[in-house]
């Protein structure tokens, strides 16, 4: 089992700056890989960001250039203490509950994280003039 504990959100002006949290704990039995997921009011969920156990990263094209995920931690095969999302130039587009999850098996960005097994329960990111 993987506890997961979202922090960091906020209300930015757009072009601002965030860098969401997500502590760790639990099991470190597994390589996880770790990701960011984001769901808006009457959206669908969308993955965000993934760093795999091997630290190879992947985004949405939607948040290429602007955001960037990593993580703290020892080595390369146990979980992070800390996963980090810092996003920069955000967007009108780019509010939402903000998701950390964690899954021991390598997936894919495109699942929208259907097949994460641990979830953390949301941060909120908000962008207004």
């Known amino acids: 089992q993987v506890q997961l504990v979202e922090s960091g959100g906020g209300s930015v002006q757009p072009g601002g700056s965030l860098r969401l949290s997500c502590a760790a704990s639990g099991s470190t039995s597994n390589t996880y890989c770790m990701g960011w997921f984001r769901q808006a009011p009457g959206r669908e969920r969308e993955g965000v960001a993934i760093i795999y156990p091997d630290r190879q990263t992947t985004y949405a094209d939607s948040v290429k250039g602007r955001f960037t995920i990593s993580k703290n931690g020892t080595g390369n095969t146990s979980y992070p203490k800390t996963l980090y999302l810092q996003m920069t130039n955000l967007q009108p587009e780019d509010p939402a509950m903000y998701y950390c999850?964690?899954?021991?098996?390598?997936?894919?960005?495109?699942?929208?994280?259907?097949?994460?097994?641990?979830w953390g329960q949301g941060a909120r990111v908000a962008v207004s003039s």
């Open positions: 999850a964690a899954e021991p098996r390598r997936r894919p960005l495109s699942s929208g994280g259907s097949d994460f097994r641990f």
